[in-house]
């Protein structure tokens, strides 16, 4: 089995490519500019781009599963992608969002559900990982904590069920190597739901410095946002937490533990895996 990694340099594309590899499968990975792509030892990385048609199919050829990490902030490519994909291969593993479950209209939502839906309507057996909060984001604090310790932020109140990218992984290569998840949606999340005071308290507990949560305006915290990701996103994230702000919080699933048999990481073993990244090196 060869199995084709869209999106193999992101957080958890790499942690694919290196399951995948651990299991001794053929891994394949498209990259826009592969001598520069930071993949695992073993991985054949092919030149390409979701945007060059004829490059997605080469790197097709002979590919059995696909990993897709949707980059696009658009979800309008989706259904002549989909396409080529079921041309080529028998199977989709869909990194998607628990948003796409959302009935809204914020960009997060829109994009997630227009590319499922895509999907949905090919003869690919696809699976969708729909998580919730991914652990990586809260690198975003990185800088303030490696700073003054003091990460300023909106809605410090709300819950998230933050996951670790090996676990999303590890539900995305059993859904590409073994039968059971064709149409499946699920549902992940991590084992526990902490708000972003108590994150930024378990950081610093991790690592073994002071660090403490300091609630700003909306305004400036949209602000910090629009460094790292575009507008629409930083209003969609903000949203999100202003709706769980004023309602039921997520609770975790169990859907780690019923894929792969392991229960899901905590956001301190997260935290402990990039420790570096927090201190600084």
Do not use: C
């Not at 490519?17 to 299991?23: D, E, F, I, N, S």
């Not at 946002?225 to 996103?233: G, V």
């Not at 209003?235 to 609770?251: F, I």
């Not at 792969?260 to 990481?265: F, N, S």
């Amino acid at each position: 089995m060869t199995v084709l990694v869209i999106g193999a340099t992101g957080n958890v594309g790499r942690q694919v490519a290196v399951q995948l590899a651990g299991h001794g499968l053929s891994v394949r990975a498209l990259a826009r500019r592969p001598e520069k792509a930071d993949v695992p030892g073993g991985v054949d990385v092919v030149p390409g781009d979701l945007s060059d048609a004829d490059s997605l199919r080469a790197a097709l050829r002979g590919v059995d599963s696909v990993f897709l990490m949707w980059p696009l902030i658009s979800g309008e490519p989706a259904e002549a992608i989909a396409d080529a994909v079921a041309a080529g291969a028998r199977r989709l593993v869909l990194l998607s969002s628990a948003a796409a479950r959302r009935d809204s209209d914020d960009a997060i939502s829109r994009v997630h559900r227009a590319v499922e839906k895509a999907i949905e309507r090919t003869s690919l057996e696809w699976t969708f990982l729909q998580p919730h909060g991914f652990a990586a984001n809260t690198l975003g604090w990185a800088s303030q904590i490696r700073g003054d310790g003091v990460v300023r932020g909106a809605y410090g109140s709300v819950y998230s069920t933050l996951i670790h990218e090996a676990d999303m992984a590890a539900v995305a290569v059993a859904a590409l190597t073994s039968e059971g998840h064709a149409g499946a949606k699920y549902d992940l999340t991590g084992p526990a739901a902490l708000t972003q005071v108590e994150q930024v308290r378990v950081i610093g507990e991790v690592i073994g410095r002071e660090t403490r949560w300091e609630e700003v305006p909306r305004d400036v915290a949209r602000e910090r946002l629009l460094e790292r990701i575009p507008a629409e996103y930083a209003d969609a994230m903000l949203d999100a937490y202003a709706r769980l702000a004023g309602g039921e919080p997520d609770r975790p699933t169990t859907t780690v533990e019923d894929v792969t048999g392991v229960p899901a990481r905590t956001f301190a073993q997260w935290v402990a895996d990039h420790a570096a990244e927090f201190k600084g090196r």
